[in-house]
């Protein structure tokens, strides 16, 4: 059973001895190409980002931005080969800047495929492994620290007491692993935001299961070998899970057959991992497959969903606030940290986006906060972290 807490040990109660906690709310973006490096830059890179841009500064919200790095490294490493790799790397660090200049946090995010990736006639060719889990300590280090420097240089110039504090895996790849952790500790990372709980993923790309871990919604030490694990004593590194929830039927599916009809009218491809699936099966079990599990099981079964609000309706969004205001209830904590994520690449519907965004910045119960600002409430006592009282 998980019962400690690291402030002076207190059981958390509710603000005030009411039943409603305050929500800090971290909207995260992982900023990048396609896993397999494909996609405009322009086009799902530059120009959502400059649109998600308008939306905070219209309602005065601060978020946080993880660009890959491993992506913009590998650009600066063949841009003398490639001059139009330099062109797009220098407008990369122009509107990471700009995001930086509009009070906006920037943390560290890198996809770990990018390490030795190919630029031929063009065209990315990615063949690193999708997982920083299964590199060696040297080269998982190497790639982490290359990465917080490229930030720290970059972002120092504006603002001089600017540090990278906080880290999201590419692909969530959290755990279990022997040197992660360590290694994030040595180069002074403080908060992991990667662990969605009861997500499992098992392709050729990537293997995850977070089906059991010991935390999925409150701040924790873990165990520094198995970030799933809470551990027992105070560490040095806080993670903070990516949130999840169980979306309804309805809503579900109302949303699959909306992407589905606008597939179909726009004569666009099925989804990339959508035909990784089901690059094996005839074009009738293509679609048999399709059908059911897009239309048939959400209609059987709630759908799990890590909350990532670009790819999520709007109705979804509201589902996905009122069970994180539930949870945050369940937990008698008085001030309850939730971490969101967000792909530029893949926004749905923008306007559903900017709505609830504006409804969320008037809420009573909710404020927005940066990974660094909730770096400093983990590291100041102001949040409760969890830990095992396992031995």
């Known amino acids: 059973m998980i019962m400690a807490f690291d402030n002076k040990d207190q059981p958390p109660t509710t603000a005030g001895g009411t039943d409603k906690p305050t929500i800090h709310l971290a909207l995260t973006h992982d900023w990048e190409l396609r896993g397999d490096g494909s996609g405009d830059i322009e086009q799902i890179q530059f120009a959502p980002l400059r649109k998600l841009l308008e939306i905070y500064r219209k309602h005065d919200v601060r978020t946080t931005f993880l660009p890959d790095l491993m992506q913009q490294i590998r650009f600066r490493q063949l841009e003398s080969e490639h001059l139009e790799l330099k062109s797009l790397a220098d407008k990369w660090d122009e509107v990471v800047r700009e995001a930086f200049r509009q009070r906006h946090d920037v943390q560290l995010h890198l996809h770990p495929q990018w390490r030795n990736g190919r630029y031929e006639n063009g065209r990315w060719h990615l063949n ?40 999201r895996a590419g692909a969530l790849a959290a755990g279990p692993s022997e040197h992660l952790f360590t290694s994030l500790v040595r180069l002074g990372i403080q908060l992991y935001v990667s662990i969605a709980g009861g997500l499992f993923v098992n392709d050729r790309n990537l293997q ?10 409150l701040p924790f030490y873990p165990d520094t070998e198995d970030a799933r ?11 903070v899970p990516l949130n999840h929830f169980y979306g309804s039927r309805r809503a579900v599916t109302r949303q699959n057959i909306s992407l589905a009809a606008s597939r179909i009218s726009k004569g666009l491809p099925r989804p990339p991992r959508e035909r990784l699936l089901n690059d094996q099966k005839s074009d009738r079990q293509s679609r048999l497959a399709f059908a059911f599990d897009k239309l048939i099981k959400p209609a059987l079964k709630r ?39 967000n792909h530029p690449k893949d926004i749905r519907d923008l306007s559903a986006l ?12 909710i404020k927005f906060i940066t990974l660094t600002e909730m770096t400093g409430k983990l590291q100041s006592g102001e949040f409760e972290i969890r830990m095992s009282d396992k031995l």
Not at 137 to 154: F, H, Q, S, T, V
Not at 208 to 217: G, P, Q, V
Request: aromatic share 12%.
């Open 354 to 365: 900017e709505r609830f965004v504006g409804e969320v910045s008037q809420a009573h119960d």
């Open 229 to 239: 694990k809470v551990s027992g004593t105070r560490e040095e590194i806080v993670c």
């Open 128 to 167: 690193g492994d999708w997982s920083i889990l299964n590199y060696d300590r040297d080269a998982a280090y190497a790639m982490l620290a290359a990465g917080k420097d490229y930030l720290e240089k970059l972002l120092r110039p504006i603002d001089p007491s600017y540090r990278c504090l906080a880290f």
């Open 303 to 341: 759908k799990y969903f890590v909350s990532d609000t670009g790819r999520l309706n709007y109705r979804l969004m509201q589902e996905m606030l009122g069970s994180i205001r539930q949870r945050a209830h369940d937990s008698r904590w008085s001030q309850v940290p939730i971490v969101l994520t």
């Open 208 to 217: 995850l299961d977070y089906r059991d871990c010991e935390e999925d919604f």
